[in-house]
């Protein structure tokens, strides 16, 4: 209901600025009404995506994950990722709890109206908010990024994963690039970073290149296991900060929002 709303005054709020005519929209009759409808617009956004955080709370455990039913995705969560609810962060992996009161509520709508347009039953999300490892995008409160390990959608399911996971089908793999298109291709995503391709759209920082992390680790000389074993120092010796940034998106499709 709230979103047939939302969705019909965006499509007034499309036709009003398609039919503007040298700038006479903003200085006319139609001004005081396009204030009205982006303010109302802007009310019901952040009710659905406090619905969304409601239901991303209201998790249940299922064997090793704790799971989600947010507008009918299921959001899995494994217990490799996320440590019981607890009343402090402690050390370790996050708490469950901390993890989705933390997240900026922004960036689980684009998980979620991104992976309901493209009909997913079910995403794997190994990160959301978390304290350590330190991020520039996950640590600070709320968190604008979000992990993505798989997408599921009929039977066929995707890892975003070339490390650990073999070749995979002609179908996983067109679910991935479905994926990843619709992710960075929403206004509202900054970055998009998995396995496969880099792109970031933030000003002063903009790229759009293939994931080469395999061939940065073999010109440097280096196996995958002597990375993972070498200190902070030690990569930040060898490595240049886009390489390391490749090596350590081997596993996952990360997304960021636009701080706005």
Known sequence: MLKSERNEIRDEIRDILNSQVDGQVYGGIAAPRLTE????????????????????????????YYVSNVDGVEIKMSKSNFRPPAKMVGKGNTPINFAIERLDRRALAVLIENSRSLNLDSVGVSSLWRE?????????????????????????????????????????????????????????????????YFRSKVVGNIYNEPNTWQNELDTAGYTLNEYIGMSDTQRKDLFTPMQIRMIEHRHHLHITIFNY
Do not use: F
């Open 132 to 196: 350590k490892p330190y991020s520039k995008v996950h640590t600070p409160i709320p968190s604008r990024g979000i992990d993505i390990v798989a997408a599921t959608r009929d039977g066929v399911t995707v890892y975003l994963n070339n490390s650990k996971v073999g070749q995979q089908s002609q179908a996983a793999m067109a679910l991935r690039n479905e994926v990843y298109n619709s992710m960075v291709n929403d206004s509202r995503v900054s970055q998009a970073l998995d396995p496969w």
């Open 37 to 64: 409808l982006i303010n109302h617009e802007r009310i019901l956004t952040n009710q659905i995506e406090t619905i969304y955080y409601e239901q991303l709370r209201d998790y249940r455990v299922e064997g090793n």
